[in-house]
């Protein structure tokens, strides 16, 4: 898989990855960021003149689904400038989804007390600036100055006003009114200052009992408050109002959302003010409570203004978030009319967006961002570039049909400054059937503008037009033209476990034979191991390869022999469990595989002369991996190097890759352009790896040596891993480069056909032909989610000038 799908809010399933990689690199951040207990409320101004409540409190809550014991943990607490922290032992467990209230000490005055506490303490608490850490042991924080966010057992900390005993940045300062809670989904990013906001006191015990300090906008009073959705949404991508709270906002609910753990509905302003700048429309977070409230309801909501940022990079989305209270008025209300969706040419401008005005008459980014939470519509029939995502009711379009159109109907992605400003992410609210790549999507679509991790802007539709299929075909390979003709195939099958159903089996079988046409070799990505995403230290694969080849068989394909090696458990990356590696299947009927023993995990593969002034080459291993030991290699898997006899004992080398994922890079629609491709560090070392190897071979053995370099590169034909992998051509070729500029692509991402998979070849290969299968990427209906590639060694092919049957081609065809 090319890039891990992080979707919308993540709660029990912890953090998108872009954030984990993001946060790796800060100072002062927790020892882990906690996906499970988090500290979700902080207030010390209990009992003093003002307040409402007559006790500080600290409130925990459980993100993940299952309960979470306690006992033996401790909320401790320290002055802004203290280096001596208090401590209150916890007993119990926190409900799954649920909240823990521990109560402090009380002052001389307030009027409310608290739900019943969980766990009671008498810490008297500053009601401007202090520190709070959440430990797993019940031992005193002792000796760790401003840095005991990395202390030992610190689960959580947070450090709130003027004190730099912090995780990152302090969370705002406090007074005897207010309290700071963790926004939007509760996300611990390790910067206080991004997840906690102030506002009303509001504390919760696990038996769900909340009590508030008085929240405004109280149901018994439905007066419209005098802040507007513009006013929450500014001129500029950031709220000029951030961190505050609101009272009675109205507007008309223009959409809802009903699951997942970002429920919430959108409602506009009917009445738009002077300024074109300002978006009239505004989406209310309830988290994973449904809205009780419809479209065409009249409402005023109140609540905290929250900056919500769905990965570390990305943009935020401006919203009410917080303990919300929405009044519902009246019902049926017509709805403010959609405006129609028209893009400038040019996707975004460089620098800090955030930091810069929008320029919605010149800028894609700036557009979507100045009519963000608004009510908007299609007009225009459009042409599907990616398939339907069926499970999300997801498809993207272009509204600019002839931006580097594929032959398919795609848009081809073909540089880091060409990201096809026409695409647009359409998430159909109640659903959307299955369609192809060059389907039409008649106009009227209609809902309003969300920013989420997948895709970044997105409009999320109430109203999807009518879908027309294209009568896209899948495509297949033309049988050898002389037998001597040798054919080498990768294919992705992405996270295939012999636990998987029989039907994924089956599909993936079916294209190898039908649509792969059986190849001789065929380097496969992604096997798991027998028992797939269990993590028990299972590491073996070879009932997963047996499940594989049998079912091959059965769709009418050979019997493949295989060839692997077993990772060490838990250190090539993927699934957690699933240790996923590369395997060659090869047909023992078409070519021959040289065993030479000593292969593993832990040894590394090399280039042996017979003799030392020979240019006879071979491997010290077969099967091998390339420097298994080297840092590139960290987390992520080696490659698979295996040597093979064909036509009369001609020798071939093949070596298949699955480099590093993407995942981590900031997205096309980044706050900072150009986006940073943080994970590009890695795969320039494993470039390197596979290219000094193959560097090796050419050079020992004079460039007669015919070697393959094939797999999921996890990068683009244009980028500096590919190049570095190919010396630009000199060691090895690109074969997706020989195809026309509107062809190279095996995968889709973000509505972008784009290349991920490689097959290259060295000099000593001359004659060949190759093509990229579209089998999956563009279909609804996929047995992965790329497509494979195939290159057709042709024999007779040694000779200067090549014979005219040698000369480049593809063996590719539509299915009839």
């Known amino acids: 898989m090319a890039l891990s799908r992080v979707r919308r809010r993540i709660v029990a399933a912890g953090l998108p990855v872009a954030v984990l990689v993001a946060m790796a690199g800060l100072s002062g951040t927790a020892n882990a960021l906690s996906t499970d207990v988090v500290i979700s409320g902080v207030y010390g101004g209990g009992g003093n003149s003002g307040a409402v409540f007559k006790n500080d409190y600290i409130e925990l809550a459980n993100l993940s689904g299952s309960p979470v014991d306690v006992t033996g943990w401790s909320v401790q607490y320290a002055s802004a400038a203290g ?23 009380a002052g001389a ?20 600036s202090g520190v709070v850490a959440l430990s797993t042991a019940a031992i005193p924080l002792v000796g760790c100055g401003i840095s005991c966010a990395t202390a030992p057992n610190v689960k959580d900390l947070v450090g709130y006003g003027a004190t730099a005993n912090v ?20 996300i611990d990013t390790d910067n206080n200052s991004v997840d906690f906001s102030s506002g009303v006191p509001k504390a919760t015990n696990s038996a769900g009992v909340t009590v508030s300090a008085g929240d405004p906008g109280d149901p018994g009073d439905p007066t419209p408050g005098t802040t507007r959705i513009h006013d929450i949404q500014g001129a500029g991508r950031i709220s000029p109002i951030v961190g505050q709270s609101v009272t009675n906002v109205p507007g008309i609910v223009t959409a809802v959302r009903v699951t997942g753990n970002s429920r919430g509905y959108w409602f506009q302003d009917p009445t ?21 409230v419809a479209v065409g309801d009249s409402v005023l909501a109140t609540g905290r203004v929250t900056e919500f940022r769905p990965a570390a990079g990305a943009q935020s989305l401006t919203e009410i978030g917080g303990p919300v209270n929405t009044i519902k008025l009246t019902s049926g209300n017509a709805l403010p009319a959609a405006v129609p969706v028209v893009f400038p040419d040019a996707y975004t401008k460089s620098g800090s967006l955030e930091a810069q005005p929008l320029e919605p008459s010149s800028y894609v980014l700036d557009w979507l961002e100045t009519y963000e939470g608004t009510r908007v519509t299609v007009v225009q029939d459009t042409r599907l570039v990616s398939p339907v995502n069926t499970e999300f009711g997801e498809l993207w379009v272009t509204l600019k049909p002839n931006q580097n159109r594929s032959p398919r109907g795609g848009t081809v992605y073909k540089s880091y400054d060409d990201q096809n400003s026409g695409r647009l992410m359409i998430q159909a609210l109640l659903g959307a059937p299955a369609a192809n790549v060059g389907s039409t999507l008649a106009g009227g679509t209609t809902g309003v503008i969300d920013y989420q991790s997948f895709g970044g802007y997105v409009l999320q539709a109430t109203q999807l037009g009518a879908i027309t299929e294209g009568g896209l075909k899948k495509q297949k390979v033309l049988p050898p033209k002389k037998t001597g003709d040798l054919s080498v195939a990768t294919y992705n099958v992405e996270n295939l476990a012999f636990t998987n159903p029989d039907s994924k089996f089956a599909k993936l079988a079916q294209a190898v034979v039908t649509n792969l046409g059986s190849p ?10 027998n028992n797939g995403a269990t993590n028990d230290g299972t590491v073996a694969s070879d009932q997963t390869v047996a499940k594989f080849v049998a079912a091959i068989q059965a769709a009418g394909g050979p019997a493949y022999a295989s060839r692997s090696i077993n990772p060490n458990n838990g250190t090539d990356g993927g699934e957690p469990g699933g240790n996923i590696r590369q395997v060659f299947l090869f047909n023992p009927a078409r070519t021959t595989f040289v065993d030479r ?33 080297s840092d590139a290699w960290a987390s992520s898997r080696k490659p698979l190097v295996g040597e093979f006899l064909f036509d009369g004992n001609k020798q071939l080398f093949v070596i298949a890759n699955h480099f590093n994922s993407k995942g981590g890079d900031q997205p096309l629609s980044a706050a900072v352009q150009p986006p940073n491709r943080t994970s590009e560090v890695q795969r320039l ?24 370099v094939l797999g999921d590169l996890n990068d683009y034909q244009f980028s500096p891993s590919v190049a570095t992998l190919t010396e630009n051509g000199t060691q090895l070729k690109t074969l997706i480069d020989t195809l026309p500029a509107e062809e190279r ?68 065809v539509d299915v009839p």
């Open 83 to 105: 280096a001596v922290f208090q401590m209150t032992t916890l007993s119990g467990s926190i409900p799954a989804h649920g909240k823990y209230l521990v109560q402090q000490a």
């Open 272 to 292: 738009a003010d002077a300024d074109p700048l300002t978006s009239e429309g505004l989406f209310v977070f309830t988290g994973s409570t449904t809205p009780a």
């Open 745 to 812: 692509y095996s995968y889709i991402f973000d509505g972008n056909s784009q290349v991920l998979d490689h097959i290259a070849v060295s000099p000593a290969i001359k004659g060949y032909s190759y093509g990229v299968v579209h089998i999956n990427a563009e279909f609804s209906d996929q047995a992965s989610d790329h497509d494979p590639q195939i290159v057709r060694i042709l024999t007779g092919c040694d000779t200067d000038p090549l014979p005219t049957r040698c000369l480049p081609g593809s063996p590719v």
């Open 109 to 128: 005055g307030g009027t409310v007390s608290l739900p019943t506490p969980d766990a009671t303490g008498s810490i008297p608490m500053s009601g401007t």
């Open 167 to 186: 995780e990152t940045l302090a969370a705002p300062g406090l007074s005897n009114t207010t309290a700071n809670a963790r926004t939007g989904a509760m």
């Open 597 to 629: 023993p000593g292969g593993d995990a832990n040894t590394a593969v090399s280039v042996v002369r017979a003799r030392p002034t020979s240019n006879q080459v071979s491997l010290s291993v077969s099967p091998g991996r390339i420097d298994p030991g």
């Open 520 to 529: 001789d070799i065929l380097a496969l990505e992604e096997i798991q191991d």
């Open 685 to 708: 070392k494993q470039a390197t790896e596979v290219h000094d190897f193959v560097k090796d071979l050419n050079e020992k053995s004079a460039g007669r040596a015919r070697v393959v």
